[in-house]
């Protein structure tokens, strides 16, 4: 404990000297270390609620008590207050984990088990801490669930149906404009999307020159899973018309007036450069306006129309940047020369991109897609 303490209050803090092994070993020391001091707090959680500390210091809960003397969240203070009290009827898990061989992250695990039928588990405790000990993180997790079925068939269907009964997903415009998506997906739904976004984000298939990372790969994936879906002629209509990315643009935006409207719906503005990428290949609904109102609508046209994208699809088979290999269905018709710009709609004018190098051509070579600097 003492070398602990000085290797964080010395002067060169954050910087250890020694080898690679010294480092992995001094790790592995401190993480002994921590997981014995945790083992420690337990004890002294579960010696506190049982002589009533909690409730002399005017607290009606020892998870209410540990969040007033810790700061730490109620989810957090709930578990440890949990995992002690679990602890004092697991004798064999207290032993591994005072001695810092059992992780507080699995004896937390444990201790949720034990839950499911306490009498089982004593009789069991010494094999599930010996897989405790012995299995990788996921291995011992589908190991519990295993033991958990077997002691509790009834309890497992209905923690199955309570999962499926809890799904939700949350997706919230934030003040600055990101959409936030948070949720939970029952084991088979999420099981699902998990195969699906590894799909787009396996990293055999990946473009040697993609500087993604694998954070930014995750994120693209369940919009690229989205935009495919809105790309199927088949899907569902609401309010009369096909869900699609709806952007509000006026011409000068187009060209790069930054001060024009230029928004997508319902998240907000985006930049001139955003929806000069978007309009590249895009159904186009003019609108006409009078200061500012809409007066009147025309007629929604594809850009490129459908036998124009499938000679280019055609011809170029898939995205065009060397070495790139997302099929054709998959990519942006770009226009070489910006059709805002007075750049033809026509085959020689129009290249396949996927997402990724589409935008880096409206990004990297501004020029190349550039407004004209001046127009008549
Ligand atoms: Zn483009
Ligand atoms: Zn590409």
């Known amino acids: 404990m003492a070398s602990t303490t000085a290797l964080v209050d010395s002067p060169s803090a954050g910087h250890f000297c020694g080898g690679d092994d010294a480092l992995e070993e001094e790790l592995r020391r401190v993480g002994l270390e921590i997981t014995r001091l945790e083992a420690a707090r337990a004890r002294l959680i579960a010696q506190a609620e049982r002589s009533g500390v909690p409730q002399r210091h005017g607290f009606g809960s020892t998870t209410g008590w540990l969040i007033a003397l810790s700061g730490d969240p109620h989810g957090v203070c709930r578990s440890r207050a949990h995992t002690a009290r679990a602890l004092v009827h697991m004798p064999r ?19 949720r088990t034990r839950d499911t039928d306490p009498d089982a588990f004593t009789r069991d405790e010494d094999l599930l801490v010996s897989h405790a000990r012995a299995l990788p993180a996921s291995e011992f997790g589908i190991a519990l669930a295993y033991w958990r079925r077997l002691a509790d068939t009834e309890g497992h269907l209905r923690d199955a149906d309570r999962a499926h009964r809890t799904r939700r997903l949350h997706a919230s415009i934030t003040w600055a404009g990101m959409v936030r998506v948070d949720g939970d997906l029952d084991p088979e ?16 298939q990946l473009d040697p020159d993609d500087d993604r990372t694998p954070t930014q790969r995750r994120a693209d994936a369940p919009v690229e899973i989205a935009r495919r879906h809105l790309d199927t002629p088949h899907r569902p209509a609401i309010g009369g018309q ?32 955003v929806a000069r990428r978007i309009a590249c290949d895009a159904t186009l609904t003019p609108i006409l306006t009078h200061n500012d109102t809409p007066i009147a609508a025309g007629r929604a046209t594809r850009i490129i129309p459908p036998a124009l994208r499938r000679a280019v699809a055609a011809r170029d088979r898939h995205c065009t940047r060397p070495g790139c290999t997302i099929p054709a269905a998959w990519c942006d018709a770009h226009h070489i020369i910006h059709w805002a710009d007075g750049g033809a709609t026509t085959l020689d004018n129009l290249t396949f991109l996927c997402r990724r190098h589409h935008r ?8 190349a897609n550039a407004p004209p600097r001046q127009r008549e």
């Open 360 to 367: 880096h051509a409206h990004t990297d070579h501004p020029r």
């Open 189 to 204: 739904g999420g099981a699902t999307l998990l195969a699906a976004l590894r799909s787009l984000t396996d990293p055999a």
């Open 242 to 273: 096909k869900p699609h990315l709806n952007l509000t643009v006026d011409v000068a935006s187009l060209r790069g007036d930054p001060t024009g409207t230029c928004e997508i719906d319902p998240v907000g503005p985006v930049p001139p450069p």
């Open 93 to 111: 898990v207290r032993q591994a984990f005072a001695a810092g061989v059992l992780s507080e992250p699995r004896v937390r695990m444990l201790a």
